[in-house]
């Protein structure tokens, strides 16, 4: 090859390196970035899908707790005249009439918590009632001076859940801070996990509370007592998944 050709020649293939290379580059770059945009629109389908079911699940499980709600309008009916006025054997009857187990499956007990104001003599109210298994959690005898009684008196069925009568709950943080906000906003109030008190004493589970006001009226100083659903986990997990 002439001499005069040789540097050109080197040059040209110096030249079509470079742009062998910078091809090459751009290639691996859009090859990247379609890769990251390919991972990015599956990543949005997939939540897309997870979302969806999702809101499924906690619409269908909020669905079912809305029945428990329902139960309880219910059984907060019967309170709202004159609660001092429903026996054990008319809450029975109540209870009965519903067919509280079929009808709301996952409950495992229904049952009405009366609220006896702090003026008034809490033995006396408990005579009155035939309630005499009076009792605390914190192991004290009576309320702190000043402080209102919060007894459960009525339940069904009576036969799993005899040990809770006469339970104060405000003894108990859990149950007694549900209380105080079904109390406080008139809403159903659902408790922290506690353990029940029926005759499996190593069952755990959750209360519902709705507040029951005197004739209707809805006001924090206004309740008389909340009436309750008692769910226990397994059971309610059960009927969550169905």
Do not use: C
């Amino acid at each position: 090859m002439p001499p005069a050709l040789i540097p050109l020649s080197s040059h040209l293939r110096r030249a079509s390196y470079r742009v062998v290379l910078v091809v090459l580059i751009i290639g691996i770059l859009l090859s990247l970035a379609l890769s990251l945009w390919v991972a990015h629109q599956v990543d949005e389908q997939v939540e897309g899908r997870f979302e969806q079911l999702s809101t499924r699940q906690v619409e269908r499980i909020r669905g079912r707790l809305e029945l428990f709600v329902y139960g309880l309008k219910g059984s907060r009916g019967i309170f709202a005249e004159d609660p001092e006025a429903i026996t054990p054997e008319r809450f029975l009857s109540y209870a009965r009439s519903r067919n509280l187990g079929r009808e709301f499956p996952g409950a495992i007990g229904w049952g009405y918590i009366e609220r006896i104001p702090a003026t008034e003599n809490l033995q006396a109210h408990l005579a009155r009632h035939d309630l005499t298994g009076y009792f605390r959690l914190d192991k004290r005898n009576a309320p702190e001076p000043g402080q209102d009684a919060w007894v459960l008196r009525l339940v069904e069925p009576l036969s799993m859940h005899r040990h809770a009568l006469g339970l104060d709950v405000s003894s108990e943080p859990a149950r007694q801070a549900t209380a105080f906000t079904a109390m406080q906003t008139g809403l159903v109030a659902l408790s922290p996990p506690l353990q029940l008190l029926h005759d499996s004493p190593q069952d755990t589970g959750f209360l519902l509370m709705l507040p029951v006001h005197y004739r209707g009226l809805a006001h924090p100083a206004n309740v008389s007592g909340w009436v309750f659903a008692s769910l226990r986990t397994h059971d309610l997990s059960d009927f969550l998944r169905k």
